[in-house]
């Protein structure tokens, strides 16, 4: 063999050794450059899912149904206090023993009265349940409420009227339920107290409108039936406590 010869062999050999090197040269380039993007692909979807599931985790402390709310009360009673935030069900059907949330003015109680409108009551009674009353007192699926027969003013003891008299039971008027036996209305849920008065309009005597003691509450005027309380808004309590009625 020529010298010449060899000569091209080896110039041959070191191309083919340097196209090897720089292929290797240009894999590892795109292998770094691969993982880089791949690392940054990862980084991405993991800031993505702790962003998702943060705000998941600051909007529901807890799974909500569809048809839950978390309402902030203006009003005290059955065991809350004003700003309690308490988690509703607005499509739950009452059932005895519920707290729920009801508009008074819907439910025609609220003659005379001044206030947020919307309150909590006990249920103790569902539409064709029995109500036993008497002059101080009614009963219910063993529950039973009683008014009180006196009250103080000035140092002199004076006996209340009884919430028995002159009584809206669903569309009718009672001038006195004590010791009758009624049964809850349709659509009407008995509640654990004296609600408010109701006064048809075109109904007068000497001193205005008559007013009617009302325990039941309608169907529609229930917002919700109350599950659980679930925080407290300081700043909705001040507001609302200081509020006059």
Known sequence: M????????????????SKNHLCSMIDIIRAKKFSRMRIMTVAVLVIVTLMFVGCSQYEHEEPIGYYQEKVPLKVWGCGYEIGDVALVDTEKVPEIGDIVLYDARINRCDCMAFGPGVYLAKIIGLPGDEVSFSEYSYEANGYIVTFEREYESHGVIYKRSTKTKNVMWGNDTYENVSNMQLTVPNSEYLADEFIGYECPPGEYNEYGSIAYNRFTIKREAIKGVVLRKVGHDKEFEEYWKNVVY
């Open 2 to 17: 020529s010298l010449r010869g060899t000569s091209a062999t080896k110039q041959s050999q070191e191309d083919s050794q």
